[in-house]
């Protein structure tokens, strides 16, 4: 009589095979004595002496009681799935690789960004009557097929400021000789995709409303999300916000990207209590902005009165609409 052949999906045997752990070693835990997928990492664990993840440890399934006919049946209420974690194999293995083409960018990126001399400055905005405006907004920008985060209003912002702060809208030669002031705003946004940190820029800012910024980044991140970011949208950057909040930061030091001369990461928004005019304690949705700039063309002073004015539109959003061209 032959042996019965062991069960496992394909991804259980891959798992195995990766592994180097033979199927017939493992007691199998499914149903038919199919072999799950606990059983390997099980398995690799008593062999490494490694303690698992709680979550692909095996838990005893409770068993529920049959409803009886004087019990009515519950109401199934949705659940909500968890967030997907990736399942870790510790194999006691080190592994070498090589740098992928967007890491080898970013050692040559870095290297010489961190050449250059920062300033830091930070700040509080309190962007409560934002929030409002924007709530407002969101639904008829929807209605016209985009997407409205507060990141356009923090670009548009932005680009105000640049036109009273036109040295933060600059670049210098390698040999800080010479500098030149750009005429377009090209804002960059920095975005965590999946081959990693790319920085596109929403081209003339200085000429575009809040609503065809949006619409301009709704298209950077669904190229972002596809890796299809192309040369174009990646380049001729002259400013760049960076949105750590999205991911869950509060202050960061951001490091700027040459031959720009500043750049800001933005926290995330919190509902926190502060004063108002009069006196009285109120909520208010507090953001964070941390600064950097290149200490060699930009001092301090400049700094913190763009900070300001950046802040003032985004605190009173009306004001915005005063000065947009």
């Known amino acids: ?8 999906t394909p991804a259980v045997r891959r798992l195995a095979i990766e592994n180097n752990i033979k199927l017939s070693e493992v007691v199998g835990t499914g149903q038919d004595g199919r072999i799950l997928k606990e059983d390997i990492l099980n398995f690799l664990a008593k062999q490494t002496g490694a303690i698992l993840p709680y979550e692909v440890q095996k838990t005893p399934t409770p068993v529920m009681a049959k409803p009886t006919a004087d019990t009515p ?3 199934k209420k949705p659940v909500m799935a968890p967030p997907a974690i990736p399942q870790l194999v510790f194999t006691g293995i080190d592994r070498t690789e090589p740098l992928n083409g967007f890491q080898k960018a970013m050692v040559k990126t870095m290297t010489a960004a961190l050449k250059i001399p920062h300033f830091g400055y930070c700040d509080e905005v309190d962007l409560t009557q934002l929030v409002r405006l924007r709530s407002e907004l969101k639904g008829l920008a929807e209605s016209r097929g985009v997407k409205l985060s507060y990141m356009p209003f923090f670009i548009k912002a932005a680009s105000l400021g640049l036109l009273q702060f036109p040295v933060l809208n600059a670049s210098v030669d390698e040999g800080c000789q010479s500098i030149t002031y750009k005429a377009s705003h ?3 946004l920095a975005m965590d995709t999946p081959q990693g940190l790319l920085v596109p820029n929403v081209k003339s800012v200085q000429s575009l409303s809040v609503f065809d910024i949006a619409e301009e980044i709704n298209r950077l991140q669904a190229l972002g999300s596809a890796g299809q970011l192309g040369t174009a949208d990646l380049t001729s950057g002259t400013f760049t916000l960076s949105n750590i909040g999205s991911i869950g930061g509060t202050f960061a030091k951001p490091v700027i990207l040459p031959p720009e001369v500043a750049i800001g990461a933005l926290g995330k928004i919190q509902v926190l209590p502060r004063f108002n005019s009069r006196d009285e304690v109120v909520k208010a949705h507090i953001m964070n902005v941390s600064w950097s700039a290149d200490h060699r063309v930009i001092d301090g002073a ?8 950046w802040r003032s539109y985004l605190e009173n959003p009306a004001a915005m609409v005063l000065d947009l061209k």
Do not use: H, V, W
């Open 1 to 8: 009589m032959k042996d019965q052949k062991t069960q496992a």
């Open 73 to 75: 049946p519950k109401e």
């Open 186 to 188: 090209n804002i960059g």
């Open 302 to 309: 400049t700094m913190s009165r763009f900070s300001n004015l």
